[in-house]
T-cell receptor, first 113, second 114 residues
Protein backbone atom coordinates (compact mmCIF):
# COMPACT_ATOMS: atom_id res chain seq x y z
CA UNK A 1 0.00 0.00 0.00
CA UNK A 2 3.04 2.19 0.31
CA UNK A 3 4.10 1.76 -3.30
CA UNK A 4 4.17 4.38 -6.01
CA UNK A 5 4.10 2.83 -9.48
CA UNK A 6 5.72 4.81 -12.28
CA UNK A 7 5.64 4.32 -16.05
CA UNK A 8 7.17 4.18 -18.55
CA UNK A 9 10.63 3.05 -17.50
CA UNK A 10 12.18 4.91 -20.43
CA UNK A 11 10.94 7.42 -22.96
CA UNK A 12 12.35 8.88 -26.17
CA UNK A 13 10.81 12.07 -27.50
CA UNK A 14 11.65 14.35 -30.40
CA UNK A 15 12.63 17.93 -29.66
CA UNK A 16 9.50 20.03 -29.39
CA UNK A 17 7.31 17.07 -28.50
CA UNK A 18 5.35 16.35 -25.32
CA UNK A 19 6.79 14.00 -22.71
CA UNK A 20 4.29 12.29 -20.42
CA UNK A 21 5.19 10.25 -17.34
CA UNK A 22 2.56 8.59 -15.19
CA UNK A 23 2.39 7.54 -11.55
CA UNK A 24 -0.20 5.70 -9.49
CA UNK A 25 -0.49 5.21 -5.75
CA UNK A 26 -2.59 3.17 -3.36
CA UNK A 27 -2.33 4.91 0.00
CA UNK A 28 -5.09 7.51 0.25
CA UNK A 29 -3.25 9.14 3.14
CA UNK A 30 -0.63 10.54 0.76
CA UNK A 31 -1.14 14.27 0.47
CA UNK A 32 1.92 15.70 -1.25
CA UNK A 33 3.17 14.62 -4.68
CA UNK A 34 6.50 15.99 -5.90
CA UNK A 35 8.47 15.26 -9.04
CA UNK A 36 12.25 15.14 -8.91
CA UNK A 37 14.66 15.50 -11.82
CA UNK A 38 18.07 13.83 -11.81
CA UNK A 39 20.93 14.43 -14.22
CA UNK A 40 23.72 11.85 -14.58
CA UNK A 41 26.18 11.96 -11.69
CA UNK A 42 24.01 14.30 -9.66
CA UNK A 43 21.47 13.96 -6.89
CA UNK A 44 17.75 14.40 -7.61
CA UNK A 45 16.35 17.94 -7.36
CA UNK A 46 12.78 19.07 -6.88
CA UNK A 47 11.13 20.02 -10.16
CA UNK A 48 7.48 20.64 -9.30
CA UNK A 49 4.97 19.44 -6.69
CA UNK A 50 1.22 19.30 -6.15
CA UNK A 51 -1.23 18.89 -3.27
CA UNK A 52 -4.46 16.89 -3.83
CA UNK A 53 -6.70 19.92 -3.39
CA UNK A 54 -5.94 21.00 -6.99
CA UNK A 55 -6.16 19.02 -10.22
CA UNK A 56 -3.36 20.73 -12.11
CA UNK A 57 -0.24 22.76 -11.45
CA UNK A 58 1.87 24.40 -14.13
CA UNK A 59 5.35 25.86 -13.93
CA UNK A 60 6.73 26.94 -17.26
CA UNK A 61 6.83 23.94 -19.60
CA UNK A 62 6.16 21.48 -16.76
CA UNK A 63 2.64 20.54 -15.68
CA UNK A 64 1.38 18.06 -13.08
CA UNK A 65 -2.08 16.63 -13.62
CA UNK A 66 -3.70 15.01 -10.59
CA UNK A 67 -6.68 12.65 -10.51
CA UNK A 68 -7.62 12.03 -6.89
CA UNK A 69 -10.41 9.53 -7.60
CA UNK A 70 -8.16 7.40 -9.80
CA UNK A 71 -5.18 7.89 -7.46
CA UNK A 72 -3.00 8.88 -10.38
CA UNK A 73 -0.82 11.82 -11.26
CA UNK A 74 1.30 12.63 -14.26
CA UNK A 75 4.06 14.95 -15.41
CA UNK A 76 3.76 16.63 -18.80
CA UNK A 77 6.76 18.34 -20.35
CA UNK A 78 5.67 20.58 -23.18
CA UNK A 79 8.05 21.57 -26.01
CA UNK A 80 10.60 19.03 -24.74
CA UNK A 81 14.23 20.06 -25.14
CA UNK A 82 17.48 18.05 -25.22
CA UNK A 83 18.37 19.71 -21.90
CA UNK A 84 15.35 17.96 -20.36
CA UNK A 85 17.07 14.60 -20.88
CA UNK A 86 17.29 13.20 -17.36
CA UNK A 87 15.72 10.66 -15.04
CA UNK A 88 12.43 11.72 -13.48
CA UNK A 89 11.06 10.37 -10.22
CA UNK A 90 7.57 10.84 -8.89
CA UNK A 91 7.10 10.64 -5.15
CA UNK A 92 4.44 10.77 -2.46
CA UNK A 93 4.66 11.74 1.13
CA UNK A 94 3.28 9.42 3.80
CA UNK A 95 1.12 10.41 6.73
CA UNK A 96 1.68 13.81 8.25
CA UNK A 97 4.51 13.75 10.75
CA UNK A 98 6.26 10.64 9.49
CA UNK A 99 8.59 12.62 7.21
CA UNK A 100 8.90 9.75 4.73
CA UNK A 101 8.81 10.11 0.96
CA UNK A 102 8.06 7.08 -1.21
CA UNK A 103 9.58 7.29 -4.67
CA UNK A 104 8.60 5.71 -7.96
CA UNK A 105 11.11 3.63 -9.89
CA UNK A 106 12.08 6.44 -12.25
CA UNK A 107 11.73 7.26 -15.95
CA UNK A 108 14.76 7.86 -18.10
CA UNK A 109 13.84 10.54 -20.64
CA UNK A 110 15.87 11.20 -23.76
CA UNK A 111 14.95 14.13 -25.98
CA UNK A 112 16.39 13.89 -29.46
CA UNK A 113 17.71 17.05 -31.07
CA UNK B 1 26.88 27.39 -0.72
CA UNK B 2 27.61 23.68 -0.17
CA UNK B 3 24.11 22.34 0.64
CA UNK B 4 24.42 18.59 1.32
CA UNK B 5 27.92 17.13 1.22
CA UNK B 6 28.61 13.40 1.10
CA UNK B 7 31.93 11.59 1.51
CA UNK B 8 33.37 9.52 0.02
CA UNK B 9 32.09 9.84 -3.56
CA UNK B 10 33.43 6.40 -4.55
CA UNK B 11 34.38 3.36 -2.50
CA UNK B 12 35.23 -0.25 -3.24
CA UNK B 13 34.91 -2.76 -0.41
CA UNK B 14 35.44 -6.47 -0.03
CA UNK B 15 32.64 -8.61 1.40
CA UNK B 16 32.67 -8.41 5.17
CA UNK B 17 34.48 -5.08 5.43
CA UNK B 18 32.89 -2.17 7.23
CA UNK B 19 32.67 1.48 6.34
CA UNK B 20 30.85 4.69 7.18
CA UNK B 21 29.33 7.13 4.72
CA UNK B 22 29.37 10.67 5.99
CA UNK B 23 26.79 13.36 5.29
CA UNK B 24 26.68 16.99 6.38
CA UNK B 25 24.24 19.80 5.55
CA UNK B 26 24.73 23.50 6.10
CA UNK B 27 21.09 24.60 5.66
CA UNK B 28 20.06 24.20 9.31
CA UNK B 29 17.57 21.51 8.31
CA UNK B 30 15.80 19.41 10.92
CA UNK B 31 15.27 16.20 8.95
CA UNK B 32 17.87 14.05 7.23
CA UNK B 33 17.59 10.88 5.16
CA UNK B 34 19.63 8.11 3.59
CA UNK B 35 18.41 6.58 0.32
CA UNK B 36 19.89 3.96 -1.97
CA UNK B 37 19.37 4.03 -5.73
CA UNK B 38 19.46 0.86 -7.79
CA UNK B 39 18.56 0.38 -11.48
CA UNK B 40 14.85 -0.26 -11.90
CA UNK B 41 14.23 0.17 -8.16
CA UNK B 42 14.15 3.94 -7.83
CA UNK B 43 15.11 5.55 -4.56
CA UNK B 44 14.51 3.50 -1.46
CA UNK B 45 14.65 4.94 2.04
CA UNK B 46 17.14 3.23 4.35
CA UNK B 47 16.90 5.36 7.50
CA UNK B 48 15.79 8.83 8.37
CA UNK B 49 16.13 11.28 11.22
CA UNK B 50 13.17 13.59 11.76
CA UNK B 51 15.14 15.77 14.14
CA UNK B 52 18.38 15.82 16.05
CA UNK B 53 18.48 12.92 18.49
CA UNK B 54 15.98 10.70 16.67
CA UNK B 55 16.38 8.06 13.98
CA UNK B 56 13.94 5.62 12.42
CA UNK B 57 13.93 2.80 9.91
CA UNK B 58 12.84 3.23 6.33
CA UNK B 59 11.97 0.62 3.71
CA UNK B 60 15.31 -1.23 3.54
CA UNK B 61 17.19 -0.85 6.87
CA UNK B 62 18.70 -4.33 7.15
CA UNK B 63 22.50 -4.34 7.16
CA UNK B 64 22.79 -0.64 7.99
CA UNK B 65 23.08 1.56 11.06
CA UNK B 66 22.89 5.32 11.35
CA UNK B 67 23.99 8.04 13.73
CA UNK B 68 22.62 11.57 13.89
CA UNK B 69 25.77 13.08 15.32
CA UNK B 70 24.34 16.61 15.59
CA UNK B 71 21.92 18.75 13.62
CA UNK B 72 24.32 18.98 10.67
CA UNK B 73 25.62 15.43 10.37
CA UNK B 74 24.00 12.07 9.65
CA UNK B 75 26.21 9.04 9.00
CA UNK B 76 25.38 5.63 7.52
CA UNK B 77 27.40 2.59 8.57
CA UNK B 78 27.75 -0.79 6.91
CA UNK B 79 29.05 -3.16 9.56
CA UNK B 80 29.70 -6.16 7.29
CA UNK B 81 29.32 -5.23 3.63
CA UNK B 82 27.62 -7.62 1.21
CA UNK B 83 27.51 -7.56 -2.62
CA UNK B 84 23.77 -6.76 -2.37
CA UNK B 85 24.76 -3.42 -0.86
CA UNK B 86 26.46 -2.34 -4.08
CA UNK B 87 24.53 0.81 -4.90
CA UNK B 88 24.56 4.57 -5.12
CA UNK B 89 23.76 6.12 -1.76
CA UNK B 90 22.16 9.53 -1.41
CA UNK B 91 21.87 11.64 1.67
CA UNK B 92 19.11 14.25 1.77
CA UNK B 93 17.83 16.89 4.14
CA UNK B 94 14.60 18.80 4.60
CA UNK B 95 13.67 21.91 6.54
CA UNK B 96 10.10 20.99 7.35
CA UNK B 97 8.94 18.70 10.10
CA UNK B 98 5.56 18.04 8.46
CA UNK B 99 4.28 17.16 5.05
CA UNK B 100 5.51 18.94 1.95
CA UNK B 101 9.12 19.74 2.69
CA UNK B 102 11.48 19.82 -0.26
CA UNK B 103 14.25 17.25 -0.11
CA UNK B 104 17.74 18.51 -0.90
CA UNK B 105 20.06 15.72 -2.06
CA UNK B 106 23.79 15.33 -2.04
CA UNK B 107 25.61 14.17 -5.16
CA UNK B 108 25.77 10.56 -4.05
CA UNK B 109 28.30 7.98 -2.94
CA UNK B 110 28.91 5.08 -5.30
CA UNK B 111 29.72 1.91 -3.36
CA UNK B 112 30.89 -1.36 -4.89
CA UNK B 113 31.14 -4.49 -2.74
CA UNK B 114 33.18 -7.29 -4.26
Amino acid sequence: QQQVKQSPQSLIVQKGGISIINCAYENTAFDYFPWYQQFPGKGPALLIAIRPDVSEKKEGRFTISFNKSAKQFSLHIMDSQPGDSATYFCAASALRGTYKYIFGTGTRLKVLA
Amino acid sequence: NAGVTQTPKFQVLKTGQSMTLQCAQDMNHNSMYWYRQDPGMGLRLIYYSASEGTTDKGEVPNGYNVSRLNKREFSLRLESAAPSQTSVYFCASSAYTGVGGELFFGEGSRLTVL
